[in-house]
T-cell receptor, first 113, second 115 residues
Framework: ETGVTQSPTHLIKTRGQQVTLRCSSQ?????VSWYQQALGQGPQFIFQYYREEENGRGNFPPRFSGLQFPNYSSELNVNALELDDSALYLC????????????FGPGTRLTVT | AQSVTQLDSQVPVFEEAPVELRCNYS??????LFWYVQYPNQGLQLLLK??????LVKGINGFEAEFNKSQTSFHLRKPSVHISDTAEYFCAVSETQGGSEKLVFGKGTKLTVNP
């Protein structure tokens, strides 16, 4: 059974640029959630996708957007990068929307200069 | 909205000593509770979870936690820690938002086990 994978591992971007982060869910999982973890903080919920539809969103601006594909893999896109977007971005997959354990990937470390 | 408070940002202990990491959450309604561990430069790994039933929950690596509804607490314990337990520990509560369920995390407790 393959776990949750994310790419790339690290990324350096300049303020104002756009970035795409990728996530492959654990086999059989139809729900993907994205979290942002700033340095020294706990992860914060960005949004969740269930069967290719956005199913819930945290307090993040519209320049944070996502996609989920038919194979349940997912992308997180961030436009007009700001310095405060520097963080570890975590993807988590689960078997269902409610009550299920979320399995986390290793994360993508984004640095915005 | 739910919130989670981890009362200690750092906990240093000696090897083989017991440890308790404290967690309080805000809601009095039925919740799901989780403890995750994060090793340096890695993602989160689930230690244990409380969904319902027995208030004492046993997890991996010898950890356990006790759900206390009246005190809205979910403290994590281990009777004897190892050097390899050095990591950051996050308490989380589930929150239903519309049709989705998200995890609300505390700020974390950095456990350092010294020889």
């Amino acid at each position: 059974e393959t776990g949750v994978t994310q790419s790339p591992t690290h990324l350096i971007k300049t303020r104002g640029q756009q970035v795409t982060l990728r996530c492959s869910s654990q086999s059989g999982h139809n729900t993907v959630s994205w979290y942002q973890q700033a340095l020294g903080q706990g992860p914060q919920f960005i949004f969740q996708y269930y069967r290719e539809e956005e199913n819930g969103r945290g307090n993040f601006p519209p320049r944070f957007s996502g996609l989920q594909f038919p194979n349940y893999s997912s992308e997180l896109n961030v436009n007009a990068l700001e310095l405060d977007d520097s963080a570890l971005y975590l993807c988590a997959s689960s078997l269902d929307i409610r009550g299920g354990e979320q399995y986390f990937g290793p994360g993508t470390r984004l640095t915005v200069t | 909205a739910q919130s989670v408070t981890q009362l200690d940002s750092q906990v240093p202990v000696f090897e083989e000593a017991p440890v308790e990491l404290r967690c309080n959450y805000s809601s009095s309604v039925s919740v799901y509770l989780f403890w995750y561990v994060q090793y340096p430069n890695q993602g989160l790994q689930l230690l244990l979870k409380y969904l319902s039933g027995s208030t004492l929950v046993k997890g991996i690596n010898g950890f356990e936690a006790e759900f206390n509804k009246s005190q809205t607490s979910f403290h994590l314990r281990k009777p004897s820690v190892h050097i390899s337990d050095t990591a950051e520990y996050f308490c989380a509560v589930s929150e239903t938002q519309g049709g989705s369920e998200k995890l609300v995390f505390g700020k974390g407790t950095k456990l350092t086990v010294n020889p």
